[in-house]
């Protein structure tokens, strides 16, 4: 349990909205986090589930959706480790606005929402961290809403494309840059449908500009995806 504990009081460090926390306020918040585990595919909580804990990602990611009731759902952020998730459950404790799921078998830190409101309770700088946080979230939202409201599908989806190549820039190689994303999630980050998400990937692909295969998408020439960009 000591290991644990010790690791749970690291991982707690490396969040920025809890760094400046010192380290027997971390010890003791390790001390009552549960380790969580949950494979690639499973839902962390659904949008409407009651609120009672927070979570820090320890390994793997998360991707936060908000769901349509045609069935439809619009990607809001992707997390890795250290980010928190569910934060608003701090505040609140009202049920969850969004729903989590895990993008690959993730390792997560649970602590109770009443534990973290304390927190805040005794530290005035981690609940101005907090909002600042929530801003940044707010705007990344509002900022892929409009994207969705005012560009055409082939748009989306183009942007969609050239943020995950930007984000492996490193892994550009001679024959481009490969995702490894199904249709779906592509069709959940664009805020379309996958049938849609398949259409235009079929256009792309007669242009040269990628190769499509299952679960994956290679973009072969990144900067012509600009001309779809608009």
């Known amino acids: 349990m000591a290991v644990e504990t010790i690791g749970a009081a690291e991982l707690l460090a490396r969040v920025p909205l809890l760094a400046d926390l010192d380290p027997g306020e971390l010890e003791r918040i390790a001390q009552v986090a549960i380790p969580r585990s949950f494979p690639k595919g499973a839902r962390v909580f ?35 480790p250290g980010e928190l998730v569910g934060e608003l459950a701090m505040l609140d404790g009202e049920v969850r606005s969004a729903s989590v799921e895990a993008l690959t078998d993730v390792e997560l830190l649970a602590v109770s929402a009443a534990d973290m409101r304390g927190l805040l309770e005794r530290n005035a700088d981690i609940t101005t961290k907090l909002v600042v946080k929530l801003a940044e979230r707010l705007r990344e939202t509002n900022e892929r809403i409009s994207r969705q409201s005012f560009q055409t599908v ?30 779906v999630d592509l069709a959940q980050l664009a805020g379309t449908s996958r049938e849609s998400v398949s259409r235009f990937l079929a256009v792309l692909e007669r242009a040269g500009v990628v190769r499509v295969g299952r679960g994956r998408v290679t973009v072969l020439e990144p900067p012509r995806l600009r001309a779809y960009i608009f």
Do not use: F, K, W
């Open 46 to 80: 659904h949008e409407g589930d009651t609120s009672d804990a927070c979570y820090v990602v320890r390994e793997g990611e998360v991707r936060v959706t908000r769901e349509h009731s045609d069935g439809r759902a619009i990607a809001l952020a992707t997390l890795g």
């Open 154 to 183: 082939p748009s989306r989806v183009a942007g969609v494309l050239s943020q995950l190549v930007n984000e492996q820039s490193a892994e550009l190689g001679r024959d481009g840059v490969t995702i490894r994303m199904n249709q």
